[in-house]
């Protein structure tokens, strides 16, 4: 085991080194410049396509199988998860106060990067032999670019098929089971059956009831623990204006040690802060895409401008929230990290903070796999055909308990590896064929202003 994490933390910091911070960063700004700023400009725009989307239409032309808000509560439902919790607070014990500030600048330029992939996957989606609408990167990859970069796509499709029992199955697992254990002595064995049997029964209706579930279960979480964290906030609220003083300065300068807290170099705030914002928002995996490809409409820019809300809700809400509550709270220095230390930040400040914690997490993880299990599902479907999907969800299911016993340090670096290395393809493939993205939001806000002049 000690050779294989000595392997693993060799090709992690490889792939997670400047040239993928470049990769990731770089893209999203290339997107955003191209866009005029265009999803920071409109997410007013994003917001109302939301609401007015809410429900699938029997009656409407638009193709696809489930509604554009189930389609982002899918793709919320595998982004607001353990990275949120765990994430957020690993970023900062290890990176410092200023991780918060490069998860921030992740986001913003993200939204472009996930505007774009929903825009994509849209555009360039095929139907499956069951007529259901399929897509993601390894199609607008065979679709967009042609023959000759087919193998780009088989590579995300590998890469996605793997990573995804990293990232969106033991990492969730372990991190409930470890909440469950601290906060109500439930043994990990216990949690991962009980998620095993849970997960199992959603999965075999496949995506339209996994949106179902999604789109009840992850709005009301995300508002409760939305509500719980700013509790946290009103009670520390005269350490709001140093917290901030302390997370822009931090971002910029070594923080020295100081209680629990070893000290972090800039690059460690730059590289967690990116890290830990890419796996939690997932703008730039290619991920999210695949959810919103089923959803019901025909215009790719109208589902794109409420994919980019998914980068926006998950990181400048949700895990800002973490993030200050952890700083404001002083627990960043208690030498606490992963969920523990989020649990500590709220416990501290709310009766029942810890519990509300657990609850949360252990929620925001079971919808991340079923959210997740969908991208490695079509993963697999590119890979192997639509008759290996019953095996693969069976599989799925049964790994789940595995994650519940195994080592949190080892899980999180084997997904943070597999995280970068599922980017790469798709963040070529985003460069490529970025002129078509430009060009159909050039379109649709054409049409829009027409339509304005007219009425």
């Given amino acids: 085991m000690e050779g294989l994490t000595a392997f693993i933390n060799a090709v992690n910091s490889i792939v997670w080194g400047v040239p993928m911070l470049v990769m990731i960063l770089g893209v999203g700004l290339f997107l955003s410049i191209g866009l005029k700023l265009m999803p920071i400009l409109k997410l007013g725009t994003g917001f109302k396509l939301l609401w007015s989307g809410r429900a699938t239409d029997s009656d409407s032309t638009d193709k696809g199988e489930i509604s554009p808000f189930n389609a982002l509560m899918t793709s919320l439902s595998a982004t607001i998860g353990t990275g949120n919790i765990a994430g957020v607070a690993t970023a900062i014990f290890i990176g410092g106060p200023g991780a ?70 033991t990492v969730q697992t372990n991190s409930v089971a470890d909440a469950m254990s601290a906060n109500f002595g ?9 998620l095993m049997v849970l997960v199992g029964a959603v999965l075999m209706g496949g995506i339209k009831r996994i949106a179902e579930v999604a789109g009840k279960l992850v709005p009301l979480m995300t508002l409760f623990y939305i509500a719980a964290g700013l509790a946290v906030l009103v009670v520390y609220a005269d350490q709001i204006p140093a917290a901030f003083e302390l997370i822009i300065h931090s971002a910029f300068n070594p923080v020295a040690a100081q209680g629990g807290f070893a000290g ?73 990290n992963g969920a523990a230390l989020t649990s500590y930040a709220f416990s501290h400040a709310l009766p029942m903070g810890n519990y509300i914690v657990a609850v949360a997490l252990a929620v925001f993880a079971f919808t991340t796999i079923l ?30 308990p595995i994650g519940a016993v195994s080592s949190l340090e080892f899980i999180w670096l084997l997904a943070d590896t597999l995280n970068a290395m599922m980017a790469i393809p798709n963040l070529i493939a985003l460069v490529l064929l970025s002129p078509v993205v430009f060009g159909l939001t050039r379109e649709y806000f054409a049409k829009q202003k027409a339509k304005a002049l007219e009425s």
């Fill in 264 to 336: 972090a170099a800039v690059w460690a705030a730059i590289r967690f802060g990116v890290a830990r914002g890419v796996f939690s928002n997932e703008a730039g995996l290619g991920s999210a895409p695949i959810a919103h490809a089923a959803a019901q409409t025909n215009d790719p820019v109208k589902q794109g401008l409420v994919a980019m809300l998914g980068t926006f809700i998950d990181t400048i809400i949700v895990c800002s929230i973490t993030g200050l509550a952890i700083i404001v709270s002083g627990a960043w220095t208690s030498g606490e």
């Fill in 186 to 194: 439930v043994p990990s064995w216990v949690t991962g059956l009980v």
């Fill in 100 to 169: 918060l500030f490069w998860m921030w600048c992740t986001a913003l330029v993200g939204m472009a990067t996930k505007f774009a992939e929903a825009v994509l996957a849209v555009k360039y989606r095929e139907k499956d032999s069951n007529g259901n609408h399929v897509g993601g990167p390894m199609y607008y990859i065979k679709n967009g670019l042609g023959s000759k970069w087919a193998w780009l796509g088989t590579a995300f499709a590998i890469l996605g098929s793997i990573a995804g029992f990293g990232i969106g199955n």
């Fill in 371 to 400: 959210g997740w299990s969908f991208y490695s599902e079509k993963c697999v479907q590119y890979l192997l055909g639509d008759k290996a999907v019953k095996t693969f969800r069976l599989i799925w299911t049964l790994v789940v």
